[in-house]
Each structure stands twice: as C-alpha cells, then as structure tokens.
C-alpha cells in the first residue's frame, strides 16, 4: 500500500540542532545537508512513484522520498550500500538532509533499497516507462529555478559508458554461450545431456579450449565450437520445457548475429566484420553493444548530456540526459533532443559538434528558432575556392531557385518535394561572361549549364557558411566547455565502474549520478536555499 513520506523535519528534544548551541546549529544549516533537504528533499514527487505500490489494503511502503535521496546521496558521496547504511544511521547530516528524527520508526536496510530497485526495474520493462529519469530532470528543473539560471544557452556532448562485464573475443562468446546452456541443461531435473557436451562441465575443459589455443588453430576451433553449438541448438528445440529460459535465449541470438544458416540446418561462421556492434558480446549483459569511437574500443552503452550553462554567473546544470547502447549515434541524439525534449521549447542557442549534425534536426530548430552551432562538421567539405549551393537565393513561396550566385535567373527551375532536390538550368551565355564560373557548383550540359543539389546539401553548405565568423568561434569556445562533464562523471562519480549490468539496471545509477552532479555543482556555486 502507497504511503507518503514526511515532509518536514520531526525535530525531537534529543535531536543536535534543539540540544546544541546556536553556533553548532548555524554551522549545520550551513552545510549541504540544508540545502539538500530543502531544495531536493522536498521537492521529490512521491506520488510519481505510487504506481510501483498496491492499492490494497497491506504493509505500507518506506517513504519513497527517503529512498530516492539516498540514491542520490549514495552517488554523491561515492558510498557503497553499507557504507550509506552506515551513514544513514550515523551521520546527523544524513538525518537532517533526510528530515529524520525517529530511526526506530524510518529504519530501514539494504534490502529496502534493492528492493525499490527491483521495483523500478520491474515498471520500465513492463511500461517502457523510466520513473527515476523523469523525477531526476525533474528535481534538476528545480534547483535550476532556485538558482535562477538563464536557460538561453545550451550545449550537448556525449560520452562512452563502459559495461562491467568482460570483453570477450569471439572464441569466448561462443564457449561461454554454450557452456551456460550446458550448466542449465545439467540443473534440470530429468533431463539427459548427450556425452558430446559434457566436458564442458569440466573446469579445466575451458583453459584446453581457448587459452590453449594457437592463433592458427582458432579459426577451426571457432568452427569446432559454431557446429556444438548449433547441434546443441537443434537438441534443445526438442526440449520444450527449457526453451523459455535466458541461456536458451542467447543461444538462439548468438547463432543469428555470428553465423548463417546454410540449406541443409547447419551453421557457418561469418566473417567477423560482418558482425553487428548490436550483437551479444558478453552473456552477463545483453544489452551492451560494440562501438569503436575515436580508434578505442567500447563494449556497454553511451550518455548524451545537455548543459544549460548561464554565462553571467558561470554556473551550469544537466537539464537532460539520455541512455543508450552505444550504438545510438549522436545525431540521433541531436535530433531526438530537439524534436521532442521540453527544453528545446526554452533554450535559444544549442552548440554542437560535427556528429551531431543532421539536416531533420536543423531543420526543427530553425522552426523552433534555436541557433544551433557545429563546431565542426564532418565528412566532405567544400572545396575552398567553390562556393556553396546556399548561394543560390531560392524563392519562399515555390521553393524554387530564383537567381545565381551572379544573380541571373534560371531558364527553367524545378523543386521536387518528394525527393528534397532542387534543380535549375541556365544561359550558357551568362555563365561563360560569369567571373565566378570557375568557383560556381554549375555542370555544364548541352543546351543550358545545369545545377542540382538536395536539402541536405543546402543545408549542409548553409551551415560550413558560418564557420570561422566570430559567432562561430565564440559558441565553439562555449561549447568546450561540456567536455570537461564526462571526466567528473568517470572520476568523481565512477560513472564506468557501476556495480550492475543491463541496460535498465545500470540506468537507475546514471540517473542518481547525474542527479548528484548538479547537486554538487549547486552546492559548489554557493547557491545554498534557506
């Protein structure tokens, strides 16, 4: 049954700041627990969270917003569970950011924390619905409100988030995947396993396999384990009381993404490069894909951050996150932030680098009047002595090409709306008296000169145009300043060492660690709330 939290603090005769001196209760109200209490404490929307809980009649739940603070303060204090116990119990600052007075009536342990863990995990793959993300961008909204911060200028970057589980080369995926099903098999009560599998029970079966094995033998040892595996495959099809378990599963998907299944059922092996990043790398976490991002290797997922950094008073917050397999590419990112988050409705300027580029998403900021700014774009420039398509004036109303880069008009113009292609032909007469037609995109064709470019390109030029202007160099400059975030994520907050695996798992620590970043840098700007 679904029960709020106190939102007070139950201050009692034996409590420090009553029993204390006013100089002790001034310094206490000057620490961050204050703060916290009131300006993150309070503000926590418990009945967000109600859904978790029964309606029933039954045993009421600890106060949610109890819980969800010390998710927060676990990461912002860098503690482990007992640690937080620890200090839940033993830190009046803990108590006092908490509201708590009474330690027998809000006891609580660790299980009462993994079992709220549990029960957000449970929700999202039920609904698909992330309820620690929304009250985390919520709570930031607020300390933002009480730090009155300018929401004009934003800037995004995104950062590699390492899986804590093993990388495996393909000779281990392909063992470890058929040793799991073989140990799942042997547990199951009636069930034989044929003599081909059962050394795969043996503990030294796996060092003879694969550390054992020279570099010219492992092609026919992968080939040896893809042809156990697919046989152990087809065995367990007939098996139709184990074909429902998470070992089976991984099977299944492992011969999917590694092989390709010939006429006659058997499995080949393909070539390593046609692998998906998507596919299985590591059977403890499903849900960690591949990426090789600036020459290094990545094996989890990937945080994209937006920073509203108010220039005035040098302060910032993360006002959105999100969390994805690392195969999410930036632009993706880009795009979905400025098509759907609620802030992209209050920010002005938005700087980017050049992977966050895509022509949907300048397309959508324009119509939401955002700036948005590529600090540099990637793929093939123009060339320096051509000038770009965007020097052609195209009418509003027909979104056709109206004049040259000389400014003639065309013979004929054409926009296919379908195909997001502009199209014009002009005089040869023009173009061959023209002083730019060394410089000019124009091809050259029988009748007319002819010019022809998508929107992609259009836009594309349109935003290389502005590279090197002052505006380009003053909001390149701004958006530097994001890459430093990644690095306090990985050394204060460990944000490549959380202690779980899995997609939704792990993001319930992103959430509490980003949380507990802008807490900090709340609390490291002064901006304290009495």
């Given at each position: 049954m679904f029960k709020h939290g106190k939102k007070e603090h139950q201050k009692s005769l034996f409590d420090l700041d009553i029993q204390g001196s006013p100089s002790m209760t001034k310094r206490l109200q000057n620490t961050w627990a204050e703060s916290f209490f009131r300006a993150v404490f309070l503000s926590i929307n418990e009945d967000r969270f109600a859904v978790?809980?029964?309606?029933?009649?039954?045993?009421?739940?600890?106060?949610?917003?109890?819980?969800?603070?010390?998710?927060?303060?676990?990461?912002?204090?860098?503690?482990?569970?007992?640690?937080?116990?620890?200090?839940?119990?033993?830190?009046?600052?803990?108590?006092?950011?908490?509201?708590?007075?009474?330690?027998?009536?809000?006891?609580?342990?660790?299980?009462?924390?993994?079992?709220?863990?549990?029960?957000?995990?449970?929700?999202?793959?039920?609904?698909?619905?992330?309820?620690?993300?929304?009250?985390?961008?919520?709570?930031?909204?607020?300390?933002?409100?009480?730090?009155?911060?300018?929401?004009?200028?934003?800037r995004m970057d995104s950062l590699m988030v390492a899986s804590s589980c093993k990388n495996m080369s393909r000779l281990e995926l392909v063992y470890t995947v058929i040793r799991n099903m073989v140990r799942t098999l042997n547990q199951t009560e009636g069930l034989?396993?044929?003599?081909?599998?059962?050394?795969?029970?043996?503990?030294?079966?796996?060092?003879?396999?694969?550390?054992?094995?020279?570099?010219?033998?492992?092609?026919?040892?992968?080939?040896?384990?893809?042809?156990?595996?697919?046989?152990?495959?087809?065995?367990?099809?007939?098996?139709?009381?184990?074909?429902?378990?998470?070992?089976?599963?991984?099977?299944?998907?492992?011969?999917?993404?590694?092989?390709?299944?010939?006429?006659?059922?058997?499995?080949?092996?393909?070539?390593?490069?046609?692998?998906?990043?998507?596919?299985?790398?590591?059977?403890?976490?499903?849900?960690?894909?591949?990426?090789?991002?600036?020459g290094k290797k990545h094996v989890g997922y990937s945080l994209n951050l937006v920073e509203v950094r108010d220039q005035k008073n040098g302060a910032g917050l993360i006002l959105s996150h999100a969390y994805k397999a690392n195969s999410h590419s930036d632009a993706q990112y880009g795009e979905t932030f400025v098509e759907n988050h609620p802030l992209s409705n209050e920010i002005e300027t938005l700087s980017v680098d050049g992977a966050y580029y895509r022509q949907k998403t300048v397309e959508k900021a324009k119509e939401k009047d955002i700036e948005m700014n590529f600090s540099q774009l990637t793929g093939r420039s123009v060339k320096d002595d051509q000038i770009g398509v965007d020097q052609f004036t195209i009418d509003p109303e027909t979104n056709q090409i109206n004049t040259c880069p000389a400014g003639h008009s065309p013979v004929k113009a054409t926009y296919n709306e379908e195909k997001d292609v502009y199209t014009a032909k002009f005089e040869k007469t023009h173009c061959d008296k023209c002083p730019l037609r060394a410089y000019c995109p124009i091809q050259e064709q029988k009748k007319y000169n002819n010019v022809r470019y998508t929107g992609n390109k259009l836009q594309t030029d349109l935003v290389r145009s502005q590279l090197g202007t002052e505006r380009h160099k003053e909001l390149s400059n701004y958006r530097a300043g994001i890459e430093g975030i990644p690095s306090i994520l990985r050394r204060a907050f460990h944000i490549d060492h959380i202690p779980v695996r899995g997609y939704v798992r792990s993001k319930i620590w992103v959430n509490a660690k980003i949380m507990a970043y802008n807490f900090k840098m709340f609390w490291k700007n002064g901006l304290k709330v009495a």
């Open positions: 978790l809980y029964s309606d029933k009649l039954s045993r009421p739940n600890k106060p949610v917003n109890i819980l969800v603070s010390l998710l927060i303060l676990k990461e912002l204090n860098a503690l482990t569970n007992e640690e937080l116990i620890d200090s839940y119990y033993f830190d009046y600052r803990f108590q006092h950011a908490l509201g708590v007075s009474d330690l027998i009536e809000e006891g609580l342990c660790i299980n009462t924390l993994t079992n709220f863990r549990s029960r957000l995990v449970s929700y999202e793959g039920q609904t698909g619905i992330d309820l620690l993300h929304e009250e985390m961008e919520s709570l930031s909204n607020n300390l933002a409100e009480h730090m009155n911060l300018n929401k004009s200028m934003a034989i396993i044929p003599e081909a599998f059962t050394k795969f029970l043996e503990d030294g079966y796996e060092k003879e396999t694969l550390y054992r094995t020279k570099s010219n033998q492992a092609e026919s040892k992968l080939e040896f384990l893809i042809k156990q595996a697919s046989n152990l495959f087809y065995f367990v099809q007939n098996e139709t009381n184990v074909q429902d378990i998470e070992a089976f599963k991984h099977l299944t998907r492992l011969l999917n993404e590694q092989c390709v299944q010939m006429e006659d059922g058997t499995f080949i092996a393909v070539e390593g490069n046609k692998i998906a990043p998507s596919s299985l790398q590591n059977p403890s976490d499903p849900d960690a894909t591949y990426r090789n991002k600036g």
